[in-house]
């Protein structure tokens, strides 16, 4: 007996719908088999993980402020990756945005009205793209790997960032403690409400929106898949692979940037030596286990951010390490991956694969 | 096998302590930056933790979060621990210093402690140690014990905590031996072995015998043992960790402080202020002198004395800065702000501040 | 001991973790499969090496530990991207994750405590020798078998029938399959033997270079190992000198500090990567270097037909 894969002569638009669902399923599954080996009533557990966060209103407003910067950068990924660019330094450009995008609060505290803080916004998204620009430039003049030197760059910027908020930057009122000042007025994002909720969530919607409307509307669009799909197919529809590694990297580069002014503008108030957990990265799950599509980006980022949060109530209400809701993640990934095997493939079993393996030999 | 019991023991008892939510009981919480197996800096909040788990039994329970990173995030964990019903919440790292205050700011009945920070409010009091003073007896031992009169120094961040650290090592220093040299290299994290390790081989290869860190890993210490040199222990004893190397260690002790802030608060008497604590209140605390002739544990017993009773002040003029200006004059102290923000080095570092 | 010995001796500490990871990476890649989960399969080999070592004892027990544990995570990642034909970017990812966070689980418990360290296989009289005694003749074995594989995989790649075949399979599987030879099974054993090495690699970091566990201890190496093989064009004596190369960067960024020229230490620490990237440019570019060597079906899914 042996399994074997079969190409679908078409895509399964069931499957398409089904594998993110199949993936959190048996990703449900593999976390009540890790609680049970620790010990804990695998029932609670998947309660405080998964639905706790769902019941109170504070800690549904928590799902939203960790969900925006997710979305944001997990949207621009998604486009990246359709089109086979993989920008894996969304981490790095969120930085530089966050940095760049503080010149406003910093450099001119006392200009406060609502155009400072376009401004702040239109310079974070600047500063990200500029910073994505350098792998897109690499990539295509020099055909150097964007996943290797958009990486080695999150190192960078996050040193740049230590030193901007130790040296220049730092609040000369701050005991020389690594801090910028705390931003003020209009040069923090408003709030929905009193909570912590900021308009990143808005502006994530929006940007899921125009994303949907350009990959499945627009010119651009078809572009990008014909090149994700193949490349030289898109060369003949006269194509540029070059132009879409650029527009990809600005755009995915921009939104990080964006997510990063709007984490430091935003719950933090302040340039901090570290302004992410980790975003950048987490990103490229939701943006695979939205399916590359920006509207499953939404509920991914969701998700994800749910996942985050329940993560912590775990930590304090059934003593479960951290780790756990990293292993969560990368398991799901993976089962992710597993179930999309099933969009184009059918598994098949066989009685007897004599006859292939003589093929083989 | 042990470990295992005892992961599953901790366990059973961080479930054990979760239904018991009595109402009387005092709810304390921790926030801790690392994780509490660093064997430094969070390892050592959390034995303070311990501590006040076994004075006060059933009167009170804890809970805590580690690695909660300093950002937006820490915000949230504090907030949590509020709303599980935690009266006392320790902060414990710098950058938890305007969460705090925000959090605090939405529960006014909830006391706070944030560790190393200077801003204060109703319910938020602020505390410290003093670890220079244990610097300044190292600094001291260093002179005594290197025979190329050149130690090396692993800082993590140019934070004024830890220019205040090598600047009392060095005053210490110099008290012995005038010409006393200094190599500092910084490695932008306060805890990374591998990058700690290499820093130290480096400051060995540049002739330092004597190696001392204010980084929170072991690895320093296991590099000086293999090359045959010394060093010191960084907030916790690491002795255990190279038993020919280590001469002493300074150790962050939290336990009584913790103690004393859950009395108050337990008696109601829970005022907001600001402690900055020593040898004297024994925040600070030597570990045993090992690996060293008589005469010079005898001088740091002497100098651990007279620092614990107040007879001698580290930072005790004349002191003069690495450009040549005169810090402070002879018979004055370095004033207490410029102590807390000190972004100078005294003469004889041989390295430039960052500014 | 004199100051030039003891850099070398530094440099060669901190090049051969990222040697070890790099030529297992060297050889899946030139069987067409690109392994982006390095520092995953790392970590992992990390962390049992140490748990096994200091349960037993015995560092020799902990090194096959971390083999075991690195095989393992890249049985995974094989699984998934040859019989179930995913994406092998977004796996390798899957698997950093995974293996970053798994690590962390199962160490939870050692973190903290002091590790047995590998021991220096001193050759007799050869290691006394002045100056390149102790540099040549007095490492631990873990750096003599980077060595070894060195001229190892050399030797197979482009000396026997076997080497043959993995090239053949990652120029082009289509022809490769036609001609009898079973794809998925070579890319198999080239994964594995690549998780075998990176086990290696996380071993060395956990045995030999600090011998203690800590949470995310590789601290991006495995991403510096998969710059390098680029950096090779994935040839096994060119990864030698880029191992080395880099490790001598990273050394002088803290040699130049303790120097005392006042450079802020965050652009020192930030010197490595700007190599790398400049050093991936340079090797990139140049077109007479790479396509000679590249795998032409690097990162490709194959799905036999039957």
């Known amino acids: ?361 | 096998m042990k470990k295992i019991l005892g992961f599953a023991a901790a366990i059973a008892l961080s479930l054990a302590i979760v239904p018991a939510s009595a109402a009387d009981k005092l709810k304390v919480g921790f926030i801790y930056v690392g994780p509490v197996g660093d064997h430094g800096w969070s390892y050592q909040h959390d034995q303070g933790r311990k501590a006040i788990e076994e004075k006060f039994g059933d009167q009170i329970e804890t809970t805590y979060v580690e690695k909660v990173a300093e950002g937006p995030d820490a915000e949230r964990a504090i907030e949590r621990l509020a709303r599980k019903g935690s009266k006392l919440i320790f902060t414990t790292s710098f950058g938890f210093m305007e969460p705090t205050l925000k959090v605090a700011k939405r529960f006014p009945d909830v006391k706070f402690e944030h560790a190393t920070g200077y801003k204060r409010s109703d319910n938020v009091s602020t505390y410290s140690s003093r670890f220079y003073e244990g610097r300044y007896i190292i600094g001291q031992i260093a002179a005594k014990q290197s025979k190329s009169g050149v130690a090396g120094y692993i800082g993590s961040f140019p934070i004024p905590e830890v220019v205040r650290g090598i600047n009392a090592f060095m005053l210490g220093a110099q008290s012995v031996n005038p010409d006393f040299k200094l190599k500092v290299v910084w490695v932008n994290s306060w805890f990374d072995p591998g990058k700690e390790a290499d820093a130290a081989k480096v400051l060995i290869g540049q002739g330092a015998d004597i190696i001392t860190q204010h980084t929170d890993s072991t690895a320093p210490l296991q590099i000086a043992q293999e090359q045959g040199v010394h060093g010191f222990g960084q907030a916790s004893n690491m002795y255990a960790f190279a038993e020919k190397a280590q001469l002493t260690a300074i150790i962050d002790d939290w336990a009584s402080y913790y103690v004393n802030r859950t009395q108050a608060v337990l008696d109601g008497t829970w005022k907001s202020e600001d402690t900055w604590g020593g040898l004297n209140e024994k925040m600070v605390v030597m570990a045993d002198y090992t690996n060293l002739p008589d005469d010079v544990k005898k001088m740091a017993e002497e100098t651990e004395a007279k620092i614990t009773s107040g007879d001698l002040h580290p930072f005790q003029g004349p002191i003069t800065k690495q450009d040549g200006s005169v810090a402070v004059k002879e018979g004055e102290t370095v004033a207490v702000g410029d102590l807390l923000g000190m972004n100078w080095y005294v003469q004889g570092v041989d390295d430039q501040l960052p500014q | 001991m004199d100051a030039t010995q003891a850099v070398i001796l530094t440099i060669i500490t901190a090049s051969t973790p990222l040697l070890l990871a790099a030529i297992g990476e060297l050889v899946t890649e030139r069987s067409g499969v690109l392994n982006l989960g390095v520092e995953g399969m790392m970590v992992m080999g990390a962390v049992c090496g140490f748990a096994a070592a200091y349960t037993t004892g015995n560092p020799y027990i902990g090194i096959l530990a971390g083999v075991l544990g690195g095989v393992a995570l890249s049985f995974f990642f094989a699984i998934l991207t040859q019989t179930l034909a995913t994406n092998q970017v977004a796996t390798g990812l899957a698997l950093t994750l995974l293996g970053l966070g798994l690590s962390g689980l199962i160490g939870e418990s050692f973190v903290g405590l002091p590790g047995v360290k590998l021991q220096q296989l001193s050759i007799p009289f050869l290691s006394t020798i002045p100056f390149i005694g102790p540099i040549l003749f007095g490492q631990d074995i873990l750096v003599y078998t980077s060595i070894a594989l060195i001229f190892g995989t050399t030797y197979v790649l482009f000396k026997t029938r076997i080497g043959l075949i993995i090239r053949s399979v990652g120029d082009n599987h289509n022809s490769a399959h036609a001609l009898g030879y079973n794809v998925i099974a070579v890319r198999y054993a080239c994964i594995m033997f690549g998780g075998a090495c990176s086990g290696l690699s996380g071993a060395y970091l956990s045995l030999a270079y600090t011998p203690q566990w800590i949470e995310n201890m590789t601290a991006g190496r495995g991403w510096v190992a998969l710059a390098l093989v680029v950096f090779s064009t994935w040839l096994p004596k060119r990864l030698a000198i880029g191992a080395y190369l880099f490790g001598a960067v990273w050394i002088m960024g803290l040699y130049v500090q303790a120097l005392g020229f006042g450079i802020p230490s965050q652009f020192l620490s930030s010197l490595p990567y700007v190599v790398t990237i400049i050093a991936l440019v340079i090797i990139s570019g140049n077109k007479t270097l790479t396509r000679v060597n590249t795998p032409a079906c690097i990162g490709q899914t194959f799905v036999p037909d039957r």
């Open chain 1, 1 to 361: 007996m042996k399994l074997v894969l079969e190409k679908r002569s078409e895509h399964s638009e069931f499957m398409t719908l089904m594998s993110p669902l199949l993936a959190i399923a048996l990703t449900v599954l593999t976390g009540a088999i890790i609680f049970a080996v620790q010990g804990l009533n695998p029932f609670e557990a998947l309660y405080v993980y998964f639905i706790e966060p769902l019941t109170s209103m504070w800690s549904l407003e928590e799902v939203f402020v960790k969900a925006a910067p997710l979305i944001l950068i997990g949207a621009g990924l998604s486009v990246c990756y359709m089109a086979n660019v993989w920008n894996i330094g969304a981490e790095g450009q969120l930085t530089m945005g966050a940095i760049v995008g503080s010149i406003v609060p910093i450099v001119f505290t006392s200009w406060q009205s609502p155009l400072a803080l376009v401004a702040m916004i239109t310079l974070g998204a600047l500063g990200g793209a500029l910073y994505a620009a350098i792998p897109a430039f690499l990539k295509n003049r020099f055909n150097a790997n964007e996943i290797l030197t958009s990486l080695m760059m999150v190192y960078i910027a996050q040193l740049f960032l230590d030193w901007v908020v130790r040296g220049p930057w730092k609040d000369p009122k701050g005991f020389n403690f690594p801090q910028s000042i705390a931003f003020e007025g209009w040069q923090l994002l408003p709030t929905l409400g009193d909570g912590r909720v900021h308009i990143g969530i808005i502006l994530a919607v929006i940007v899921v929106a125009i994303l949907t409307v350009l990959m499945s509307r627009t010119l651009k669009g078809f572009e990008i898949l014909v090149i994700g799909n193949s490349p030289r197919a898109g060369r003949f529809a006269g194509f540029s692979r070059k132009k879409v590694v650029w527009f990809c990297l600005l755009l995915s580069g921009g939104l990080a940037g964006i997510a990063g002014i709007g984490e430091v503008a935003g719950p933090s108030g302040q340039l901090q030596p570290t302004i992410s957990p980790g975003y950048g990265f987490t990103a490229i799950i939701v943006a695979f286990l939205g399916r590359l599509n920006p509207i499953g980006v939404l509920f991914a980022g969701v998700m994800l951010a749910i996942t985050y949060i329940g993560g912590e109530a775990a930590q304090i209400d059934l003593g479960v390490s951290d780790k756990t809701a990293q292993v969560f993640q990368g398991i799901l990934l993976f089962f992710i991956l597993a179930c999309d095997t099933l969009i184009l493939y059918r598994i098949k079993m066989l009685g007897s694969t004599k006859q292939q393996s003589v093929a083989a030999e």
